[in-house]
């Protein structure tokens, strides 16, 4: 019987090595398969992260890229970047940016982006921005047919040589494609200014004006209806009608725009190309668009220069948007703060 127990307990022993050593290679393989897969889910997170970081940051240098006016930017911490060290220039340009801030309490600016259309982007994104509405003018006139009004009814088939900024474009299809514009302006403005929220406003703003290709046909549509407006005045000298405003006169003053055809082809067809509005066109502007633009001129500090409207001639209920500028050409977006 003592023999028996003993062969008893052997076998048991054996029987339960062999269970062991079957389990032990199971739970080896079980926990070499978790360290596979906790290694592999490691590294697929890591890929993953990696990869997310990638494609935020790429959206986030392409949307910066691409938005035409930035956020808003400490205005004397600009300043002290955009203008260091003891020149002349610098120095002025530093007291000129301390006036804006301590006197016309103007805290923050708005950088536009530089190239040809500066001053429209300008002008036109604090028009958005504040939910102006449509020149009284505009809402009386539709818009979209005035190409073929100058056309037809006035007989300019001259503006078939209309060219749209740096396309360059004319032909006999500019009048769809000046259509177009209109119909971007229209529809971009009136969309705008049924939208009560200021900040969901200004997010359409910051979107409209992050498409290059859509806010290009804003600035031509308002190009072409400067031109629109010039035409007009000069149909009303031509047959003496009522009294034009005093900007029509400096404008017909100039030998490089005497006339419209001129004004178009030495002028309009080359801002957004290679020019920015000069003074006159910036009287036509805010004429046009019934606002007040006032801008503080920061080269001209210390002068009566320094803070200029345009037009010199407004009605008190027009709006005003404000712009300041370092040379007359590339203009950014004051933030007035009380």
Not at 124 to 145: A, Y
Not at 154 to 163: A, D, F, K, L, T
Not at 239 to 248: K, Q, V
Not at 282 to 291: K, Q, S
Request: glycine share 4%; net charge positive.
């Amino acid at each position: 019987g003592r023999h028996e127990g003993q062969s008893w307990t052997a076998a048991t022993k054996e029987s339960l090595c062999f269970m062991w050593q079957k389990v032990k290679v199971q739970l080896m393989l079980s926990m070499s398969f978790l360290v596979a897969v906790f290694w592999y889910c490691r590294r697929l997170y890591s890929f993953l992260a990696q990869l997310l970081k990638r494609w935020s940051n790429y959206l986030q240098r392409k949307l910066i890229r691409n938005l035409s006016v930035l956020t808003e930017v400490d205005l004397l911490g600009y300043s002290a970047r955009e203008w260091k060290g003891e020149t002349k220039q610098a120095k002025l340009m530093r007291e000129a940016y301390e006036e804006l801030f301590w006197n016309y309490h103007i805290k923050y600016l708005r950088q536009v982006r530089r190239d040809n259309y500066s001053v429209l982007r300008a002008v036109l994104f604090q028009t958005f921005s504040q939910g102006i509405h449509f020149p009284s003018w505009m809402k009386e006139r539709d818009i979209l047919k005035l190409p073929e009004k100058l056309l037809y009814s006035q007989g300019c088939n001259w503006i078939q040589q209309y060219s749209f900024g740096p396309e360059r474009y004319t032909g006999p299809n500019v009048f769809g494609k000046l259509r177009r514009c209109m119909e971007t302006l229209k529809t971009s403005w009136a969309e705008i200014i049924t939208t009560k929220d200021p900040e969901e406003r200004g997010n359409m703003c910051n979107t409209l004006f992050s498409d290059e290709s859509k806010e290009h046909k804003l600035y031509e549509a308002i190009k072409f209806i400067m031109l629109y407006e010039v035409v007009e005045a000069y149909e009303q000298i031509k047959n003496r009608e009522e009294a034009i405003p005093n900007l029509f006169s400096r404008l017909f003053a100039r030998d490089s725009s005497s006339d419209p055809l001129s004004f178009m082809m030495n002028h309009l067809n080359s801002i957004g190309d290679s020019i920015c509005l000069d003074q006159v066109e910036l009287f036509l502007l805010g004429y046009l668009l019934e606002v007040k633009i006032r801008i503080y001129r920061l080269h001209r500090f210390n002068t009566e220069e320094f803070q200029v409207n345009y037009p010199d001639e407004y009605r008190r209920d027009w709006n005003e948007i404000s712009l300041l500028t370092e040379d007359d050409r590339y203009y950014h977006i004051p933030l007035l703060r009380t």
